[in-house]
């Protein structure tokens, strides 16, 4: 993503930290919505997680 110059660097759309980075400037937010806008839907190719928990202390190994 980021082998053109003028592109945002990938570490400034990690989606944990890039509202901090449209704060300070650094992505915007036009370039966020564009490059979101072209992210292939890969919700069909997900799978199915089930965590059990003992005692609401964490997961069953």
């Given at each position: 993503?980021?082998?053109?110059?003028?592109?945002?660097?990938?570490?400034?759309?990690?989606?944990?930290?890039?509202?901090?980075?449209?704060?300070?400037?650094?992505v915007?937010?036009?370039?966020?919505?564009?490059?979101?806008?072209a992210?292939?839907?890969?919700?069909?190719?997900?799978?199915?997680?089930?965590?059990?928990?003992?005692?609401?202390?964490?997961?069953?190994?």
């Amino acid at each position: 993503m980021a082998e053109k110059q003028n592109e945002t660097p990938v570490k400034y759309l990690d989606q944990r930290t890039v509202e901090r980075y449209v704060k300070k400037g650094l992505v915007d937010e036009k370039e966020l919505a564009r490059i979101h806008k072209a992210l292939p839907d890969l919700a069909e190719q997900a799978d199915k997680v089930e965590t059990e928990y003992d005692d609401g202390l964490g997961p069953i190994n």
